[in-house]
Nanobody, 123 residues
Framework: QVQLVESGGGLVQAGGSLRLSCAAS????????MGWFRQPPGKEREFVAR????????HYADAVKGRFTISRDNAKNTVYLQMNSLKPEDTAIYYC????????????????WGQGTQVTVSS
């Protein structure tokens, strides 16, 4: 199995930045794609960004393009989400996800999930 642990969430003012981390452990050799999702209060979990585990083309939700960057540190087996120019509407629980194949961007398509980290952006 694969374990994912997120960290780096917190409270930040609008316009500020945060960097989320996702540390992968276990049978990480089985991972093909890593991603980030978020769930705002009272709403459904939604896709944010994804990256091939071995590196390659990244994809972003329209709402975060130009502001968020997903990346991977090979030495640390960790995926990051750099979030800049944060807006109040970015407030959500952010989840790290992993998949063994090539998932679509729906929640049900992904194999593994972290426990989430809270990001709150004040106005």
């Amino acid at each position: 199995q694969v374990q994912l642990v997120e960290s780096g969430g917190g409270l930040v003012q609008a316009g500020g930045s945060l960097r989320l981390s996702c540390a992968a452990s276990g049978r990480t050799f089985s991972i093909n794609v890593m991603g980030w999702f978020r769930q705002p209060p009272g709403k459904e979990r939604e896709f944010v960004a994804r990256i091939p585990w071995g590196g390659g083309v990244t994809h972003y939700a329209d709402a975060v393009k130009g502001r968020f960057t997903i990346s991977r540190d090979n030495a640390k087996n960790t995926v990051y989400l750099q979030m800049n120019s944060l807006k109040p509407e970015d407030t959500a629980i952010y989840y790290c996800a992993a998949d063994r194949g090539i998932p679509n961007n729906s929640r049900a398509s992904w194999d593994y999930w972290g426990q989430g980290t809270q990001v709150t952006v004040s106005s």
